[in-house]
Structure formats: C-alpha cells, structure tokens
C-alpha cells in the first residue's frame, strides 16, 4: 500500500463519516490522486464530515502554494465558507490533522474548514470547489522566483550596519553572499565590513584572505576603513608614533577624503606622522575636512593634534619630483599633492597627479586637476584620464557636490548616465559633506530641486537617504545633519505618490533617529501630521504590521500634551474589523488589541468559533524562560504579555540597558531563549549579550515592534520544550 492509499484509508475512517461511494465524493478523491502523484505534485481538495458537520481539507505539497490557494479558496467559496486562512499545525492532534500531517511530512501546507449545514450552501460550495480541484488538476502552480533588486539588498546592507542591527545586517550579507550577481572578492568585502561594522575581530583575524585584503592596493574605501578598525582597536591606549608604525599594515587610509570613521581618522594621522610629516599640516588637513575630533578622541593623538605647534610653511620650499614619487610610494597621497601644488602644470608631471587623484579622489586633488586641466587644455587632460579608467570622472571636475546633484537630479541627463555619474557621486559625496558648511549647500539645492517638481525628485529621496546613512555610519555629529533628515521627511511627504513601502520604512528608520536625538514638541507634532498626510496607501492588510510599528516608535517619543498621535493611531486601528483580522497575522492582531488601550480605542477580537475543529488554539504550550531586549521598554512589555496570555508556561525576563550590566550578561546566560531587538539598541549592550549568549539559540527581531518580538520568540520556539495537555 502506497502513501497516498495509506492516507486516504486513514482519513475516511474513525470521525469522518462522509460516505464515499457517492459519486461526487469518489470523484474528488480520484480528483486527488491525479493531483498528489502528478510531477510535481499539485495541491487537492477533499470533502469530510465531522460530526454531522460538513468540512473541506485543503492540501497543498508545496509551502509555496498555500498564499496562492488560501486566495483562490476565498475567491470561489468565501461568503460561504468559515475560513480564516490559518494553516493546520504540524503538530496538531485534532480530528483528522494527523494523516493530513503525516502525508505532507512536513513539506507542504494544509487548510481545514466548514461549511454550514444546510443544503443550498453544500450545493454551492460543492460545486465552487469541485471546479477549483479541477482546475488545480489541470493548471499546474507555477512557481515565481523574484529576484531581489541588488541595490536594495546593498542599501539593507549598508543601512544595517550603519545602524547596529546585527540581525539585519546577517540576514543581508546572507542572501549577497548566495547572489550570483556578487562576485567572489566583493562578498569578501562586504564580509570583512560586516565583521569590523559588529567588532568580530577573532572572526575578521580568522580570514584566510586577510593578508591579500592588508597587501591589496585598490580596495574599496569601507574595506580599508574596516581593516583600519581592525589595526586601531588593537592598539593600547596610549602609543608613539614608531609603536605604531611598527604594528601598522600599511597606507590603508592614503587620504582625508578616504576617512570613513573616527578609527579611519586616527589611522589616517597615525600614519601621516609615522612617515615624517608635521604634526601641524596634519591638523590642517583633519580641520578642514572635518575629521580633527574623530581623529582627538584617542588621548595620544589629541596632545599631538593639540593646534599648538607652529605651522610649516612650505610654498617657498623648491619642487621636487623625487618627494611626489616618494609620497605617493609610502600611500601619503594628500603629501603629494601639496608637493604638485608647486609645480608649474606640466604633462610629464600630469600622470603623477592622476596616481594622486585615483588614489586618494580628495578636494585638492580634485581643485589642482581643475587647474591643470585649464592650463593644458581639456584635450590633454581626457586624454591621460582614459588611460587610467577614470574618463567618466571627468564630468565632475568642474563640479562642486552640489553642482553634481543639480546637474544628475535638475537636468535632462540619460538615466544611464544619471546612474553612472550617480555611483561617482556617491563614492566621493562623504568627503565633501564632512568639510564644515558643505552638507547646508548640499540641503539648499536639494530644497531648490524638490521645490521646482522635477521628475526626478524621488530617486533625490532615495539619494538623500544614502546620504544620511553614510553620514549615519561615521559615527560623526555633523551641524547640517537635522536639517537634511527635516528635508529627506517633508520631501518623502511632497513627492512619494508610489506607496512603496520599503521607501517608507527607510524613512520611518530616519524618522526614528531623529527622535532619538531629540526634537520639540512642536517639530514632533509636525513629523506626526506629516506622515498622518501621506498614510493612506499603507491602510491596508499588507500594510497593517508596519502601521503598527510605526505608531509604536511614535509612540516612545511622545512628548507630554502632544496628542496628534491619537488621531494617526484612531485611523489605523479603527479601521480593523472581524472581517480584517482573519486576514492579518496573530501576532499582529495581539499587538493590535495591546495597543488599542492606550489610545482609547478597542479592537475588535476574534472570538473562538464554536465550530470546535475549525478554531480551536494549537495545544502546544512553550515553556522554559525567554529574555527580550529592547529599548522600546513598551514594546517589550506588550510581548511579555502576549507570549504570556498565549503561553501561560512560559516565563519572560525583560531587558533594557544600554550598556553592559550584570544583569544584562546574567539574562542572557540564564534564559533558554534570547531575543534581542538590535534595531532598537545599543551596540555595547548587543555586544555585551552575544558574547554572554556564545551559542546558545539567540533571535534578531526583524523590527522594532511587539509583533516582532513575538515572533523572534515562536521562531526560536525549538529552544523552548514544548507540553502538550
């Protein structure tokens, strides 16, 4: 006996007293073995009755089906039907779950529902289904396999380490490391940003590519900054300039414009000072590309950059090629140009300034090729840049950044050459910004853009985005840095009619930002409104969870007699109904009926059905102990509540330090379960809890919200013993 004669023995028999000789019945059970043994098999419907109930089970022997078929159930035989959408337990004891269960082997997905008792319904839902199964018999499912759009999982990436989300960022790194779009020495690379952006340096040393990473001269600047990270917090407290130059791995940072981090910084002025040059033209350069407190932070540098020695003045020194090539050899790329800065524009010195601007793409680079251009003559100048690869960079030279962004977002540019100047853009904005004043040029013309309507004004959104998230992961206070996220939120407002919704949670992680630096009550009520205006595509079932997450991260911020958030809140939650819920997901539904409370509003809850197999609660009970670590205190005491409403067994320990406590370490090494939501954290305090956890079973929360957190627990459910009654 096959698995599919076994099956159907044991499911028409015992409780299901449906007789099957009746023709409709036999015909949908052969109906079903066409299905279950075709290749691939296809999902089948069979009829049951339970008690003089008629009931319908729903098979599908593929996870991928079961969205596609809840749909097409609702559509043939919804307002006939009690259907709530929700899958059969794989553990499920009732009635006839288990020799469904037993069948799928825990490869498929199965519904189960009833029809009520009067015949005209029978007849109509028969019918409605009897159609479907032979449609489904006929029509084979076919799979669709998207392919994530790379800049988005890049922008996650990039977003996710920049944040401290951990979690996130795994997840990410992740699906690039399987992408077959990503080439092999890329994925090192963002592997070895990943390991520095979360400080694994035992992971990061492991490396078997290390040594080429160190011995490699064209990296990406975020590599070098990572490995510069790597070298710096290795370092004591307090060290010479020979210590370090003795434990150094070479020019990893060759310029100011290559500083991506206050560790960069330091290993930037480390080296500048360790080669020979003045402690004061070091602490011009770091001053006016903004990076001198980043570079201060460390007390040994801070007395050496103190501004007290006096200022070498070398215009009047002679030029002398033999430096420029020594500079340029020791990576001292910003020593380089100073030196060409003397010399009368000359082709045979031009391909010593293109190896100063390659390597280290700053402004005086930038200005002196400028220069030269104008002196030798376009023609020339194009001429040695394509020799190098870089004719494409060509187009900026005459550009300031904030030139760049009018000419890419306010003119009339081909997209190709909008996306390809766009990348150049983006590979040189940070350096810019960072010069004090230059990130309020930056915002005044992007206003100017938005303001004049052009079409090109989201992807200026999405742009100004990037940028915050670069600035974001410096570490870096920079003055400016309120005004773009103001501009990045009344823009997204004005000029984001797609509803898209990975947009909008981009800019809710912005938003959050800015409140966690801190805002008046008035600007608070001003972002509120905002996103109030702009809410509408998202009033939907597929937008449910994020609505409420977004009013969970307003709601942690709410400055006292601020009451605008009431009203957001009123037109999410007032507009759930009995008939949304069974559309929604549980842990959404909980959060929802949590929250509700605290606005003055009530949702409405799905009562339990008296149909006693269709509703009834899986049996399972999780037990043991569960730690939860968030900063939206909030948030983690409405999952408490939910997991322990849902799972009376389960013991819950909130957490909510910012740094490394003992009480912090000591959840994290007591519970079964740790469940940290690192995108409402701190690093240290992260940090502190996956060393504490080493590797016992931990979960990222994929979010900031209680429904999040929920679900981090039930996804690491097999930590946690489970009871049945």
Not at 332 to 348: G, N, Y
């Amino acid at each position: 006996m096959d698995s599919w004669q076994r099956f159907i023995a044991s499911f028409y028999s015992g409780p299901n007293t449906i007789e099957t000789k009746r023709a409709t019945v036999s015909s949908l059970i052969e109906q079903g073995r066409q299905a279950w043994l075709a290749q691939p098999s296809r999902p089948l419907l069979l009829p049951a009755e339970l008690g003089s109930w008629p009931c319908w089970y729903v098979i599908c022997p593929d996870r991928a089906q079961a969205t596609w078929i809840r749909d097409l159930i609702r559509a043939a035989a919804g307002s006939w039907i009690d259907f709530d959408g929700r899958p059969i337990p794989p553990d499920s004891r009732k009635v006839l779950d288990p020799p469904v269960n037993e069948l799928l082997a825990g490869t498929g997905v199965a519904y189960r529902f009833l029809t009520a008792r009067d015949s005209v319904s029978n007849e109509k839902v028969l019918a409605a289904l009897t159609q479907l199964g032979r449609t489904l018999t006929h029509r084979p499912f076919r799979r669709i396999e998207l392919t994530p759009h790379l800049g988005r999982l890049l922008t996650d990436f990039s977003g996710a380490c920049a944040a401290g989300a951990e979690g996130l960022a795994a997840r990410s790194l992740g699906l690039l490391e399987n992408d077959h779009r990503i080439s092999g020495i890329n994925r090192l690379f963002l592997k070895v940003q990943f390991l520095a952006a979360f400080e694994r340096w035992e992971e990061l040393d492991a490396l078997p590519e290390l040594r080429d990473l160190f011995n490699m001269e064209d990296r990406p600047a975020l590599v070098s900054d990572a490995l510069a990270r790597r070298v710096i917090s290795g370092l004591p407290e307090s060290v010479s300039t020979q210590y370090f130059l003795e434990n150094a791995e070479g020019a990893l940072v060759p310029s100011v414009a290559a500083i991506r981090s206050a560790a960069g910084a330091a290993y930037y002025a480390f080296w500048s000072l360790s080669n020979g040059e003045s402690d004061s033209r070091v602490t011009d350069r770091l001053k006016v590309s903004g990076w001198i407190d980043a570079a201060r932070r460390r007390s040994d540098l801070a007395e050496i950059l103190a501004g007290n020695a006096q200022p070498v003045d070398v215009s009047a020194e002679p030029f002398n090629t033999g430096a420029v090539r020594q500079a340029l050899g020791e990576g001292r790329v910003d020593a380089a140009v100073e030196i060409l800065q003397r010399a009368s524009p000359a082709e045979d010195l031009l391909p010593l300034l293109l190896q100063a601007f390659v390597k280290g793409m700053s402004e005086q680079a930038f200005t002196l090729l400028r220069e030269w251009k104008n002196a030798l003559g376009p023609a020339l100048v194009e001429k040695h840049l394509a020799q190098v690869g870089q004719s494409p960079a060509s187009a900026a030279l005459d550009l300031s950044l904030a030139s760049a962004v009018t000419r890419i977002f306010g003119g009339s540019l081909p997209a190709t050459d909008r996306e390809r100047e766009m990348e150049i853009l983006r590979g040189n904005w940070l350096a810019e910004v960072m010069r004090p004043g230059q990130l309020q040029n930056v915002i005044e013309v992007a206003m100017e853009l938005l303001n004049s309507g052009h079409e090109s004004a989201v992807e200026l959104v999405d742009a100004l985005l990037d940028l915050e998230i670069d600035i974001v992961r410096t570490g870096q206070f920079m003055v400016g840095l309120e005004g773009l996220r103001e501009l990045v939120i009344t823009a997204w407002v004005i000029v984001d009619e797609s509803g898209q919704k990975r947009r909008a949670e981009r800019v809710l992680d912005l938003i959050s930002r800015t409140l966690d630096a801190g805002i008046s009550p008035s600007d608070y009520k001003r972002i509120v409104e905002d996103l109030l205006g702009r809410w509408e595509p998202f009033l939907t079932a597929a937008g449910f969870s994020f609505s409420l997450e977004t009013i969970e991260v307003l709601a942690a911020y709410r400055p006292a007699g601020i009451d605008v958030l009431d009203t957001f809140a009123a037109v999410i939650l007032s507009r759930v109904s009995i008939h949304d819920l069974r559309r929604l997901d549980r842990s959404s539904i909980d959060t929802a009926v949590s929250l509700a409370p605290e606005f003055g509003l009530q949702v409405p809850v799905l009562e339990q059905a008296t149909f006693a197999v269709a509703d009834e609660l899986p049996a399972a009970d999780l037990q043991g102990s569960v730690a939860i670590y968030s900063l939206m205190e909030a948030a983690t005491r409405r999952a408490r509540d939910i997991l322990i409403q849902r799972f009376p067994g389960l013991r819950v320990v909130m957490v909510s330090d910012k740094v490394a406590t003992d009480a912090l370490r000591n959840a994290a090494d007591t519970s079964d379960l740790l469940v940290i939501a690192d995108r409402a954290a701190t690093h240290a305090a992260t940090d502190a809890l996956r060393r504490a956890r080493g590797g016992r079973p931990l979960e990222y929360a994929t979010g900031k919200g209680t429904a999040s957190l929920v679900d981090a627990v039930l996804r690491g459910a097999q930590a946690l013993s489970s009871a049945s009654p």
